[in-house]
Every structure is written in structure tokens, then in C-alpha cells.
């Protein structure tokens, strides 16, 4: 009888310190288990507000690998520089310096700009030739002579169909960051409620490819200063005659390249 009770607690013991070590592993595995996930967690996290990071336009330029930097201009009068006080102080020369300051690159301006031009009689033409310059940005401005005639179905339909060809040409044989820009018009203009439908096509390219709007109406439809007083002759834009009460004057150039540098710094989604 003894012996029997004896082999029970022996069974018994055994059966409790297989259950233990059954328990205690099965514990560690859990824990191990837990950590793995949370590594596999805290990785995911990482690598999530990696991929989430936003670049702005100034960031990839100065990331890019070349020492320096080509901006190309492509667009009408306003590029040109019509009316500012001089070309070094016209919104184009203005941006380049903004840009040299945010890259801590050495910025060259080599852009094709003529007065009175539009998208789609000059625009969708020259764009190969801003193409050969291997641009590292590119500001394209059109829309104000282009809604010189009116906002008809058909001009509208020839600027957006235009205004599409060049960033698609840009896009796909350049590496340029771009940046459009809106329709130009004084405060109370004859063609201001125009101009904002052919803003509205430059809004609806952007987004479809993710790029910036650099939206003049923000300067001028609130604000008479950034235009006039006619009649000031400017040496460095004396083939034009005489500053005149449309053409942004050198307020308006500031406010432009302002603008353009806002867009420059800007956080967005904007990585090419």
C-alpha cells in the first residue's frame, strides 16, 4: 500500500513539473512573440512616416546631385520683365537669387519669354528649345494674352490642350521641378473674369500632376499698387514704350517672385 501511495505522489510531482515547464514555455514563446511584433510594428511606423515625408520644391533641388542649377523661364511679357525697374530686379532675376539662397547652389537664368505671346502660338513651340537647356526648374506663364480675346469654348479648350502639351514635354524630357503660374490682370481689368477660367485649366493641370500653383490673382485682384503709374520710361524695357497701368511694376515683380518663393519652400508632394 505504502509502495503504491509512493509511486501516486511520484506520478503526481512529475505530471506538476510537466505541466510548469509546459506553462513556462509556452509563456516565453507569448513574450517572444509580443516583442517580435512590437520590432515588426516599430519598423512598419518608420518606414510609414518615411514613405509620408514631404519634400518641398527647395528640398529636391538641393538634393539633387548637380552643383549648379539651370532655371528656365518660359512664358510672356511678365517673364520678360514688363514694367519692373530694370531686368535685375524683373520677378524672374528676383527668383533666381531665392533659389540659390534655398539650394546654396549657383543659380543660372536662361529662359525664353516674348511680349504678347500666348500657349498655344509660342508656348507649345519653344518648349523643346527650354527642353535643350536641361533645366533643374522651370516656371511656365501663360493665360494672359491667351484670354485677351474672351473666354470662348475654343480658346479655352486650344490653352488647355496646349498648356498640357508643354508640361507633358517637360515631364517627360526634363527632370526640371515645375511650377505654373496664373493669368495677370490689374485690379477691376477688362479681362478679369476671363482670366479666372483659364486659372481655373491651370488649377485642373496641376492637379493632375501634382505640381504647384504660383496664383497671381492673389496679388493683384485686391491691390491697385501693383500696377502703373504709366508714362515712366524704362531704359532696360524702352523698346515697350512707356510703363503702363497693366503690366505689374516693381511692387508687382516683388510680389511675384514673393510668391514664387513661397512656392519654392512650400511642403507638398511635389518629388520628381
Given at each position: 500500500?505504502k509502495?503504491k501511495?509512493f509511486?501516486?505522489?511520484?506520478?503526481?510531482?512529475?505530471?506538476?513539473?510537466?505541466?510548469?515547464?509546459?506553462?513556462t514555455?509556452?509563456?516565453?514563446?507569448?513574450?517572444?512573440?509580443?516583442?517580435?511584433?512590437?520590432?515588426?510594428k516599430?519598423y512598419?511606423?518608420?518606414?510609414?512616416?518615411?514613405?509620408?515625408?514631404?519634400?518641398?520644391?527647395?528640398?529636391?533641388l538641393?538634393?539633387?546631385?548637380?552643383?549648379?542649377?539651370?532655371y528656365?523661364p518660359?512664358?510672356?511679357?511678365?517673364?520678360?520683365g514688363?514694367?519692373?525697374?530694370?531686368k535685375?530686379?524683373?520677378?524672374?532675376?528676383?527668383?533666381?537669387?531665392?533659389i540659390?539662397?534655398?539650394?546654396?547652389?549657383k543659380?543660372s537664368?536662361?529662359?525664353?519669354?516674348?511680349?504678347?505671346?500666348?500657349?498655344?502660338?509660342f508656348?507649345?513651340?519653344?518648349?523643346?528649345?527650354?527642353?535643350?537647356?536641361?533645366?533643374?526648374?522651370?516656371?511656365?506663364e501663360?493665360?494672359?494674352?491667351?484670354?485677351?480675346?474672351?473666354?470662348?469654348?475654343?480658346?479655352?479648350?486650344?490653352?488647355?490642350?496646349?498648356?498640357?502639351?508643354?508640361?507633358?514635354?517637360?515631364?517627360?524630357?526634363?527632370?526640371?521641378?515645375?511650377?505654373?503660374?496664373?493669368?495677370?490682370?490689374p485690379?477691376?481689368?477688362e479681362?478679369?473674369?476671363?482670366?479666372?477660367?483659364?486659372?481655373?485649366?491651370?488649377?485642373?493641370?496641376?492637379?493632375?500632376?501634382?505640381?504647384?500653383?504660383?496664383?497671381?490673382?492673389?496679388?493683384?485682384?485686391?491691390?491697385?499698387?501693383?500696377?502703373g503709374?504709366?508714362?515712366?520710361?524704362?531704359?532696360?524695357?524702352s523698346?515697350?514704350?512707356?510703363?503702363?497701368?497693366?503690366h505689374?511694376?516693381?511692387?508687382?515683380?516683388?510680389?511675384?517672385?514673393?510668391?514664387?518663393?513661397?512656392?519654392?519652400?512650400q511642403?507638398?508632394?511635389?518629388?520628381?
Open positions: 500500500m509502495k501511495t509511486i501516486n505522489i511520484i506520478l503526481l510531482m512529475s505530471l506538476i513539473i510537466s505541466s510548469v515547464t509546459f506553462i514555455a509556452c509563456t516565453n514563446k507569448s513574450e517572444k512573440h509580443s516583442q517580435d511584433s512590437k520590432v515588426v516599430k512598419k511606423s518608420k518606414k510609414v512616416k518615411k514613405e509620408a515625408k514631404i519634400k518641398t520644391v527647395a528640398d529636391t538641393k538634393n539633387s546631385s548637380k552643383k549648379k542649377l539651370i528656365a518660359l512664358g510672356d511679357s511678365l517673364s520678360v514688363l514694367f519692373a525697374d530694370s535685375a530686379t524683373r520677378f524672374t532675376t528676383l527668383f533666381t537669387k531665392d540659390e539662397n534655398a539650394t546654396g547652389k543659380v537664368e536662361d529662359g525664353i519669354s516674348v511680349v504678347g505671346k500666348t500657349a498655344s502660338n508656348g507649345v513651340y519653344q518648349v523643346n528649345s527650354i527642353v535643350e537647356k536641361d533645366p533643374d526648374i522651370v516656371t511656365v501663360f493665360g494672359t494674352n491667351d484670354a485677351a480675346g474672351g473666354a470662348t469654348t475654343s480658346a479655352l479648350n486650344a490653352y488647355e490642350v496646349s498648356m498640357n502639351k508643354i508640361v507633358d514635354t517637360l515631364k517627360e524630357r526634363t527632370h526640371a521641378q515645375i511650377i505654373l503660374m496664373t493669368t495677370w490682370s485690379k477691376g481689368g479681362h478679369a473674369q476671363d482670366d479666372k477660367q483659364f486659372d481655373q485649366i491651370v488649377y485642373k493641370i496641376a492637379k493632375e500632376n501634382n505640381l504647384p500653383v504660383a496664383d497671381l490673382s492673389t496679388i493683384w485682384e485686391n491691390n491697385d499698387n501693383v500696377t503709374p504709366a508714362g515712366k520710361t524704362i531704359s532696360d524695357f523698346d515697350y514704350l512707356t510703363r503702363d497701368n497693366f505689374p511694376n516693381q511692387l508687382g515683380h516683388d510680389k511675384i517672385a514673393e510668391l514664387l518663393n513661397q512656392k519654392l519652400n511642403e507638398g508632394t511635389y518629388e520628381r
